[in-house]
């Protein structure tokens, strides 16, 4: 079945996955910044919205409900609308650019066997929409942190034993690289 990405499913999906993130997470600094994370994810949004959407998702078997013994319902995104909603990440994921940089260069090398070339070819591409440089065919650089972001299209594309991170703190060539991401 097709999901269209409507004006308000994508951003609810979105919220639910991070009231999951929030659920899981054990540290109030990360708790506070989930939420700061979401707040403009809310505007705009109606409870007729909400209400129209709930219903799209459900009977696109997306999400399912739990009654609890309170008398209210709990919704949640089932395996499928936890992979919608990863999808839907993928299409604005970004590198944070920090005010100053902390002069260490973060290099994605892979080696991904032919048999998994669109995840292969998928990662590269998103490597390059979020800006890395292209060093070689299957090595990327970047000076910002990104260890989520690699962390993330690892697990969602289930290549994480052919992706290698590594920090380092100078290369032989660095000046081009400086030049190309316009550091001090």
Not at 84 to 99: E, F, I, R, V, W
Not at 129 to 157: A, G, H, N, W
């Amino acid at each position: 079945m097709q999901i269209h990405k409507g004006k308000y499913k994508e951003r609810i999906v979105s919220l639910l996955l991070a009231g999951t993130a929030l659920s899981l997470s054990r540290s109030p600094t990360q708790q506070l910044r989930i939420i700061r994370e979401l707040k403009e994810e809310w505007i705009g949004i109606t409870n007729r919205n909400i209400s129209r959407t709930i219903a799209s998702l459900y009977r696109s078997n997306l999400i399912s409900y739990r009654d609890n013994k309170d008398g209210t319902t709990t919704v949640f995104l089932n395996e499928k609308g936890k992979k919608l909603a990863l999808t839907y990440n993928l299409d604005s994921m970004t590198l944070s650019k920090q005010s100053r940089w902390d002069k260490k260069w973060r290099i994605i090398m892979f080696d991904i066997p032919e048999k998994y070339r669109l995840a292969r070819d998928s990662l590269r591409y998103q490597l390059k929409r979020m800006e890395f440089f292209e060093y070689q065919k299957s090595v990327f650089i970047t000076p910002y942190d990104c260890l989520k972001e690699i962390e993330y299209l690892c697990e969602f594309y289930h290549i994480k034993k052919y992706v290698r991170i590594i920090l380092a703190t100078s290369l032989d060539d660095e000046l081009k690289l400086r030049q190309h991401f316009d550091l001090d």
